[in-house]
């Protein structure tokens, strides 16, 4: 079945450090894969997706490239900031059958200033 | 972008009562909504997909008698908790995407914290 995988956290970072939360993922056919952002006592935000192979989701200078070679979908950002931590969620849709969205187990980001 | 509301933000109830909890589209008509529910630091577990006009399918492992969800209109789904107890207290959120089942983006509401004492 799918599934997503994502590195376990919490991730601390100083203020302007760089990040990198990994995730992979398994599914058939084609998915789209998204990552969602959530705010402490919040829902969840979409934060970015891509489409289709070597596509690049980007939004609040946070980036992923969809790599279907290597099935990941990594977030970046070059400089983090205080207000940036929450916990991020990978997650993919199949664009094969009924489309419900499966997550990762999502990684809480801590930056200080 | 399209919004997705939930009522009541936060309830607490005793034991052996039951709790609706309202999901509505603001600006888009849903034919299908999502309900999950989310344990402190772990992810969405989906439970049911809500369908317009027709029974609600249930995940595997999802009590449909505990869980009553009524998709009542295009814009609005409930999930009841029927006779919660302690162990039912969990945050519930619900997603709709917006063309559908066949949109691949949702958009989310701001979830419902519940307490069973």
């Known amino acids: 079945g799918n599934s997503v995988t994502q590195m376990e956290g919490p991730v601390t970072l100083s203020e302007e450090a760089f990040l990198t939360i990994n995730c992979t993922y398994t599914?058939?056919?084609?998915?789209?894969l998204f990552w969602y952002v959530q705010y402490p006592g919040e829902g969840l935000q979409l934060l970015l997706k891509a489409t289709k192979a070597d596509d690049k989701g980007s939004n609040k200078g946070f980036e992923a490239t969809y790599r279907k070679e290597t099935t990941s979908f990594h977030l970046e950002k070059g400089s983090v900031q205080v207000s940036d931590s929450a916990v991020y969620f990978c997650?993919?849709?199949?664009?094969?059958?009924?489309?419900?969205?499966?997550f990762g187990t999502g990684t809480r980001l801590l930056v200080s200033p | 972008g399209a919004v997705v509301s939930q009522h009541p933000s936060w309830v607490i109830c005793k034991s052996g009562t039951s709790v609706k909890i309202e999901c509505r589209s603001l600006?888009?008509?849903?034919?299908?909504m999502f309900w999950y529910r989310q344990f402190p630091k772990q992810s969405l577990m989906l439970m049911a997909t809500?369908?317009?006009?027709?029974?609600?399918?249930?995940e595997q492992g999802v009590e449909k008698d505990k869980f009553l969800i009524n998709h009542a209109s295009l814009t609005l789904s409930t999930l009841t908790v029927t006779s919660a107890h302690p162990e039912d207290s969990s945050f519930y959120i619900c997603s709709a995407p917006t063309s559908g089942s066949g949109s691949n983006e949702q958009f989310f509401g701001p979830g419902t914290r519940l307490t069973v004492l």
């Open positions: 809500s369908n317009e006009g027709s029974k609600a399918t249930y």
């Open positions: 997650a993919l849709i199949s664009n094969t059958g009924f489309q419900k969205l499966v």
């Open positions: 599914a058939t056919g084609y998915p789209s």
């Open positions: 600006d888009f008509q849903a034919t299908t």
